[in-house]
């Protein structure tokens, strides 16, 4: 298991190709991924004036549709904080959102007062998580009673077949290709599919929500099960 130090680096070396890259390695449905776990947050949420958290924000992305889709639910952003152990992925983060707060902290140690955030979300950030158990209690800390947590996440396919192996074989021979040619760096991209065949299960992820005192509303699974939405809420 890589050092959370080491993930971090990692990311810090691929900031400036992050972008184009998530489009062309999810062939642009990642946003539609982001969006429909956002949505399915809002349609929830009584709040009318909300304070949001998104951990591991890395450039933003999910920084820019929460702002859109607020604005279309006739929410109020009170605040919408970004925070993320990268300071690369951050600075780019504050070019395209000068409007936003931004935090340098890792997801197990938030530096953010108890029960102050309406939502948090963390996409495709928890498998980079070494200390899981702890980041969800943080999560826990800080959000309010009544407050919903949104995962989006790559989890372990568990049955197999056809379905499973073109999965696989995508992750495995072609992504790291086109990583490594768009970015120049074979490493990072070599880790995005073993990082996946190391995590957990949606079930085995909705069971740590549950065991970390988080009450599972939804889970959502997208594009043959390649990608995961999770929505909990603390009671």
Known sequence: MQKQEQIVELFDQIAPTYDKLNRILSFGVDTSWRVAGIRGVLERMSAQSLDILDIACGTGDMLGLWTRLCAQFNK??????????????????KQKFPQCEFIKAEAANL???????????????????????????????????????????????????????????????????????????QVAYEYLPSSIEGFLSKEELARELEEAGFFVVELKSFSLDISTAFIATKQ
């Not at 925070?83 to 600075?91: G, K, Q």
Request: aromatic share 10%; charged share 30%.
């Open 76 to 93: 109020e952003l009170q605040s919408l904080r970004g925070i993320d152990p990268s300071s690369a992925m951050l600075e780019l983060a």
């Open 111 to 185: 530096p953010i007062d108890n029960e102050t955030a309406d939502i948090i979300s963390i996409s495709y950030g928890l498998r980079n998580v070494i200390e899981r158990q702890k980041a969800l209690s943080e999560f826990f800390r800080v959000l309010k009673k009544g407050g919903f947590l949104l995962i989006l996440e790559f989890t372990k396919r568990e049955k197999g077949g056809l379905l499973k192996w073109c999965r696989d074989f995508y992750l495995s021979r072609i992504l790291p290709k086109i990583g490594k040619f768009i970015s120049k760096n």
